[in-house]
DNA sequence: AATGAATGAGCTTTCATTCAT
DNA sequence: GATGAATGAAAGCTCATTCAT
């Protein structure tokens, strides 16, 4: 990027460079090998020009991870299109799926890291909308005569666990370590997937 | 006690002793955060002490990675007492929920670390023992007439997957941040339970 | 002076520091021996500063080399004004003689140290530059008759050979070693110069 | 080596231990890679044993600066059984070029190295050994009619100012680093071995 | 004679951050 | 609005060495 084009952004351009930076820096080579100064020499601006539009690195990590719920939510508008509630429900599955082991960075920073979650507290509205659109689909299921008899908000969060703890296992390799070693499902070609089908399997026998 | 013994005791005594700081340090501050020389400063020797009895970081880590795991499996002995197998896989649920909440420091670092599974990779005994217990009681659900149309070893990651990930958000809050701020789940005292009893009540159905 | 040739200076001057603080010291203490943090200490600057200066220790090294080289060749300049091509060649001993005494610091870092080579490796124009220097001149020695029964490049190779020998000797003071103990050439008042001029002697006969 | 034998033996044999392993070390890991611990862990014995043999690394140097002579001199050994004394000397210009080749670290030790010296001083007493052989071929050479207008001590210091510096420039890896870069002596397969035979040949006009 | 335990000093390098301009 | 200069802190690890036993 030339001198000129650089000074004709705005500030606005310019927070969104570094996030932009920040973001592409962080899937490629993860948190911790995000620095500051890895961010500056992206934009090609100093370190000392991230200061004046992020207070610190922890402000960047919290917009990051906005950043991440934005990208999730961008997502799953594919769902719209689907019309079979059940379906749309396995697709969203998927897109979680697919989110978390593309992006597993994003997905730590946004599920599993501690600190931005000090800072958020009442400003995690991107996770409850994501999570307010699972209580909608499940709450469809319902009128389509799945899950009945289960309260829609509490399935909606046992189906969260599974697909976070599926996800969660699959990024830290633990599905591959137990499989790989203990002679176990063996003959299926990938544990992820599998599980995932076992338990929308699971949720079908519901109706 | 001899002098031999008395050596040998005060050797284990500081190997446990670094283990601890160690904990305090990684539950503190995280796997990171946690550096040879806080752990030196903890327990008040110097930083090339801790080499005198450990190889490197990874190898504490590992050593508290087992720790935990002992702990766990210690956990696990009281479910050889019940008999019916659905009540057991019950039981071993609620041991492992307890055990992540109580200790969920240990929780977080024998699941969700990334550094010390690299250099266990092929030697994740521990996990994978655990996980035995698990297909092992699935396998006795079958002969009792549950989860007859389901492979055990799939259907154990599946209930892995919800058991994990429902005490993963638990710990990292997300459970309370989503019922928080949007009016979910009020009038429900432990969403924890409860999510875990809509669980419970899914696999009943399974039968 | 602007404002902008100030700062310019300044950098030059404290990046000129630091190749002097280095200097010193590795002068003093051997290349291994000197650190960053040293070569900081003596500048009485922190030791990161080094770093806006210089990627990293080779870094230092490299232009240290350079610097050497620098001199040398401007040493070298003041052959120019001798015709004949043996008289040349002779006085390019004498001055390499005298540079390698005078800056005995340098000329082990030049020839003699491994580090700064490695990241040099192909990069050694500087040398290759003085070596082509020798073999012009032995080219025009040639031309009068001297060497002709030689290959002027295998020729140049002795000759360097010999001379970085004699005063590599010199510098370790194994010359004084051998003469001192062994009443070996206790009439030569300095055999340093003695051996050179048996060694164009040697030259000299073939012609 | 099991602990009985280790036993059995002698504090001589224990010092001799010391540096064999201290000497294998160096030949196979180089002079910075040697450490006391490696040494006493490749004797099988403590770091602590090590300085109830020597004072000091330094001493361990010492001793080791000395093993190298010795290697020297016995590869010279083979030298008696050569009459002719013009290819005694060549054949000692080949000897010392293998050894400088083959134990470059030793070479180093021996010749280039600071420290040592300084404790040695009037201790040089193989080096000067070995220089007196070649002052004795050179008389020999002398004798059968080479070299006759010279000095042989001063000529002596000339050839083995020649080694010296041929040997050094192959180790530091110049020899390679001239000719790679410059189109220089391309067609010669080994410039050290065709170095060597230049001033063989130069020599060899001397009658 | 041999050692286990312990240490202080040292290394290169990266980091987030500040301050004066 | 942007930056160049500078820094303190910290990291993991290896070293030679000492001391009490």
Redesign the pocket.
Known sequence: MGIKE??L?H?ED?KQSILDAAKKLFIKEGYE??????IAAEI?????????YYK???AISHALHQEGFKLLASQFTILNYIENPFERLKAMGRVYMQFALENNDFYELMFNREEPLVCVEDHWEEGEQAFSLLVMSVRACQQAGYFTQFDAEAFSMFIWSTMHGLCTLKIKGHLEHVTRNKMILQNVPDVFTHTFETFIATLEKLR
Chains 1, 2, 3, 4 share one sequence.
């Open positions: 650089r000074k952004k500030k310019l090998a995000t620095s500051i100064r890895k090609e601006f100093s370190p000392t020009t991230i200061y004046l610190d690195k922890a």
